[in-house]
T-cell receptor
Framework: GAVVSQHPSRVICKSGTSVKIECRSLDFQATTMFWYRQFPKQSLMLMATSNEGSKATYEQGVEKDKFLINHASLTLSTLTVTSAHPEDSSFYIC????????????FGDGTRLSIL | AQSVAQPEDQVNVAEGNPLTVKCTYSVSGNPYLFWYVQYPNRGLQFLLKYITGDNLVKGSYGFEAEFNKSQTSFHLKKPSALVSDSALYFCAVRNQAGTALIFGKGTTLSVSS
């Protein structure tokens, strides 16, 4: 099946640091990639949707200057958490889909971000 | 607006017994419905989907789900639960734009030996 690789799996860093998370589709062309945030024992909250070569669409309440998303190719999207603070600590998950909307999204394994 | 409800926070079953994890949905138009499973500190794994066709959908690991249009439900089922099925299960519906998924709050399945 389709594989999405997310890296790193875990990040621990100091407050004020910027952190970049990569999401790669390994065996298919991901025309659309999604970034989710998940709090403990809660559902996934969609943060933004990005289409290859265009600006990401952010959900209401998500700061686009705080969470920078780049989708420069059909196999790679990155999420950069800028000047991270403890409240940004969370589990971030990316997913990717191809052109057909009736196909499932494929998820990365997530990144556990801990800001000290 | 599209939405998904999973009324149970937790479902407990004994190994070997059948299991059901409930999901109801609200959509305008035809629904695209999905079930995913999440193990601790991992991403989501796709189990099955309903787009059109037979109301009973078979998926991975012996799971199946029944689409019921009149009850707007898409319950996940398995005839005989395994301890290894213990995980967090999410029901999801495709949003109106046909892009992102809208997830239910999740149901923790606990299978005891």
């Amino acid at each position: 099946g389709a594989v999405v690789s997310q890296h790193p799996s875990r990040v621990i860093c100091k407050s004020g640091t910027s952190v970049k998370i990569e999401c790669r589709s390994l065996d298919f062309q991901a025309t659309t990639m999604f970034w989710y945030r998940q709090f403990p024992k809660q559902s996934l909250m969609l943060m933004a949707t990005s289409n290859e070569g265009s600006k990401a669409t952010y959900e209401q309440g998500v700061e686009k200057d705080k969470f920078l998303i780049n989708h420069a190719s059909l196999t790679l999207s990155t999420l950069t958490v800028t000047s991270a603070h403890p409240e940004d600590s969370s589990f971030y998950i990316c997913s990717a889909s191809g052109r057909q909307t009736n196909q499932p999204q494929h998820f990365g394994d997530g990144t556990r971000l801990s800001i000290l | 607006a599209q939405s998904v409800a999973q009324p149970e926070d937790q479902v407990n079953v004994a190994e070997g017994n059948p299991l059901t994890v409930k999901c109801t949905y609200s959509v305008s138009g035809n629904p695209y419905l999905f079930w995913y499973v999440q193990y601790p500190n991992r991403g989501l794994q796709f189990l099955l989907k309903y787009i059109t066709g037979d109301n009973l959908v078979k998926g991975s690991y012996g799971f199946e789900a029944e689409f019921n249009k009149s009850q707007t439900s898409f319950h996940l089922k398995k005839p005989s639960a395994l301890v290894s099925d213990s995980a967090l299960y999410f029901c999801a519906v495709r949003n109106q734009a046909g892009t992102a998924l809208i997830f239910g709050k999740g149901t923790t399945l606990s299978v005891s030996s």
